[in-house]
């Protein structure tokens, strides 16, 4: 992807916060997160599918979910002071479509992380949520050795 | 990418209903739309910014922009009958998730086409709508040639 000139300002004084405060990058990974995670959904529950059905499902992933995985990767630095859920999801948000732009991982690598990640019946709404919260997570976790340090 | 396996069940009897219709097809597709849309939007407010100003933003595109893009490109066929404004906006998202699933385009590709396809000032709402519109029906005449003939 050659979009890098996307990020020109950002990169002149790349932080933490400048990336996770970044409204429009928000916007952006609003729907690269939800993306991935329909079709990784998609893989997992086809995968999984007992009578090898194919299933095909689009799902928005709740503000409460990347606020969770973002406190759980430990990258609450990211966001502005006292950050509200709605806040910390952006960050998460803004996060990775940096991470996309950027070309520090694909959008096939994040889908399968994210597919590897999901355990359980996610047709239960609280394993699901639990689960998403994890896979989430871990992709924070992979990502943030791409990210600046302070 | 090597998602072909969601589409196993379609490619056994692959026609334009069975494409247009699918269901979870267009849940998958009305992210692809709005993100590449949203990049597409992006690189054309960055390149056409007078002071250089980097844009990104992100944008729903309207399911009426999508229903008439399906009949400029004179692709009502891969609707239901009597489908409604709805019905064809879900038709078109599906059939770009069936092109980007297939490999026949990639995302990248798809960007680039439309932002190369939008024309004039995107700020002024009507014609970012006449513009947008132009940029999708661009697209699905491109595709038309990877999708099965009836």
Do not use: C
Not at 59 to 77: C, F, G, R
Not at 124 to 150: D, G, V
């Amino acid at each position: 992807m050659a979009y890098n000139f996307l990020l020109k300002d950002l990169n002149l004084n790349l932080t933490q916060k400048s990336i996770g405060t970044d409204k429009g990058l928000a916007k952006i990974g609003d729907g690269v997160v939800n993306l991935t995670y329909s079709v990784a959904k998609s893989m997992y529950l086809t995968r999984n599918n007992k009578n090898n059905k194919i299933i095909r499902t689009g799902k928005k992933v709740s503000k409460t979910i990347l606020a969770e995985a973002l406190k759980d990767a430990n990258m609450k630095s990211f966001s502005r002071n006292r950050a509200n859920a709605h806040d910390l999801a952006d960050t998460v948000e803004a996060i990775i479509a940096y991470i996309w732009f950027s070309e520090k991982m694909a959008m096939e690598e994040m889908i399968n992380l994210l597919a590897d990640s999901l355990t359980g019946d996610l047709y239960i709404r609280h394993i699901e949520i639990e689960s998403a919260k994890i896979a989430f997570t871990k992709l924070l976790n992979h990502i943030k050795k791409y990210l600046p340090e302070n």
